[in-house]
């Protein structure tokens, strides 16, 4: 019996890397296009691993209709997991993640909204495409010589120092578990997040959501950045309060956003709403400011991310089939 996997937020192009590395799995894979939620748990029946995104809403009582229609283990195809009730989930069902799968394509993509952003390049491609080739309002500044403040170093984060430091800037970074030696080899120093908000030119968030971690960013940290600082986040949504972070675009403390994620998310991006209105006032807002670039969390998309994700996708249930350690298993 070939095992059955359901897999939810199928889009195109999941279809497509799914569907060509399962040649060598052979899963009896159905693509489902919504997201796993309670209203819809049920079309779980009869399959035995359920594949989710980031936007799955795996609570207490999602679980319990898993379990109870023979689901026995929950494989994200992310390394985010914050949406997956992991108290509820033990004992009854086992879960699984990608951890890793391009940190590269992250953080190439921090890097492009800092030169977005700085060199107002969104900006300069609306005006010449209209005929506009005034340089009026498209000043930026060299990153040379400037110091940016690196939130979380793991691999996203690293790739990012190392990116910027050839870029000639100066790097402080914070992190609860310094790597020492990275920071030796590659000239960056460690230091306490007060010291990081006051010095930093650029900050650029790569830490996990944690309750330590939800609204890092908020009035208090705000208040002791440097005038005009540029917050950058490839993370997750909830690292920022929003709401205070409009107050700072709108005061002028905060000088440039780029956001691949933003904290309400799951109503709206991976969907097409252009001809809808938005009704998340927050997010509407956002989206006003010049100064603002809101890209809908696809800093890992990439054909090496795509491809990858769905690899380590499939072997982690391969290995829950084979009654293998789950060198990616999650729990409480």
Same mark, same amino acid.
């Given at each position: 019996?070939?095992?059955?996997?359901?897999?939810?937020?199928?889009?195109?192009?999941?279809?497509?890397?799914?569907?060509?590395?399962?040649?060598?799995?052979?899963?009896?894979?159905?693509?489902?296009?919504?997201?796993?939620?309670?209203?819809?748990?049920?079309?779980?029946?009869?399959?035995?691993?359920?594949?989710?995104?980031?936007?799955?809403?795996?609570?207490?009582?999602?679980?319990?209709?898993?379990?109870?229609?023979?689901?026995?283990?929950?494989?994200?195809?992310?390394?985010?997991?914050?949406?997956?009730?992991?108290?509820?989930? #033990?004992?009854?069902?086992?879960?699984?993640?990608?951890?890793?799968?391009?940190?590269?394509?992250?953080?190439?993509?921090?890097?492009?909204?800092?030169?977005?952003?700085?060199?107002?390049?969104? #900006?300069?491609?609306?005006?010449?495409?209209?005929?506009?080739?005034?340089?009026?309002?498209?000043?930026?500044?060299?990153?040379?010589?400037?110091?940016?403040?690196?939130?979380?170093?793991?691999?996203?984060?690293?790739?990012?120092?190392?990116?910027?430091?050839?870029?000639?800037?100066?790097?402080?970074?914070?992190?609860?578990?310094?790597?020492?030696?990275?920071?030796?080899?590659?000239?960056?120093?460690?230091?306490?997040?007060?010291?990081?908000?006051?010095?930093?030119?650029?900050?650029?968030?790569?830490?996990?959501?944690?309750?330590?971690?939800?609204?890092?960013?908020?009035?208090?940290?705000?208040?002791?950045?440097?005038?005009?600082?540029?917050?950058?986040?490839?993370?997750?949504?909830?690292?920022?309060?929003?709401?205070?972070?409009?107050?700072?675009?709108?005061? #002028?403390?905060?000088?440039?956003?780029?956001?691949?994620?933003?904290?309400?998310?799951?109503?709206?991006?991976?969907?097409?709403?252009?001809?809808?209105?938005?009704?998340?006032?927050?997010?509407?807002?956002?989206?006003?400011?010049?100064?603002?670039?809101?890209?809908?969390?696809?800093?890992?998309?990439?054909?090496?991310?795509?491809?990858?994700?769905?690899?380590?996708?499939?072997?982690?249930?391969?290995?829950?089939?084979?009654?293998?350690?789950?060198?990616?298993?999650?729990?409480?």
């Amino acid at each position: 019996m070939k095992t059955k996997v359901i897999l939810f937020d199928a889009k195109s192009y999941d279809e497509i890397f799914f569907k060509e590395k399962n040649q060598q799995y052979g899963f009896d894979i159905k693509f489902q296009k919504s997201h796993l939620s309670k209203d819809n748990a049920i079309l779980t029946k009869g399959a035995d691993v359920v594949c989710i995104f980031v936007n799955a809403e795996v609570d207490a009582e999602v679980i319990d209709i898993l379990v109870e229609n023979g689901v026995k283990l929950i494989a994200l195809r992310s390394a985010g997991y914050n949406n997956v009730d992991l108290k509820a989930a #033990k004992g009854k069902i086992k879960v699984v993640r990608v951890p890793a799968y391009s940190p590269h394509s992250i953080a190439e993509h921090t890097i492009a909204l800092m030169l977005t952003l700085n060199r107002k390049i969104h #900006k300069a491609y609306t005006r010449t495409r209209e005929g506009n080739f005034a340089l009026e309002g498209l000043m930026g500044f060299e990153m040379n010589g400037k110091t940016a403040g690196i939130i979380g170093t793991g691999k996203i984060g690293k790739i990012v120092i190392q990116i910027l430091k050839s870029m000639g800037m100066n790097v402080l970074a914070y992190d609860l578990y310094p790597d020492t030696q990275f920071a030796e080899t590659n000239g960056i120093r460690y230091t306490q997040l007060d010291e990081l908000y006051g010095l930093s030119d650029v900050i650029s968030l790569h830490c996990p959501l944690t309750k330590e971690t939800e609204y890092l960013i908020n009035e208090k940290s705000i208040h002791k950045m440097k005038e005009g600082v540029m917050i950058i986040n490839t993370g997750r949504g909830k690292l920022i309060k929003t709401k205070a972070l409009i107050d700072a675009l709108k005061s #002028k403390k905060i000088g440039y956003a780029g956001l691949d994620v933003y904290e309400e998310e799951g109503d709206y991006f991976y969907e097409d709403h252009s001809d809808i209105v938005i009704d998340d006032d927050i997010l509407a807002r956002l989206l006003t400011f010049n100064n603002v670039i809101v890209t809908s969390h696809q800093a890992f998309f990439t054909k090496e991310a795509l491809s990858e994700i769905a690899r380590i996708t499939l072997q982690n249930i391969q290995d829950f089939v084979d009654g293998k350690p789950l060198v990616n298993e999650i729990s409480a």
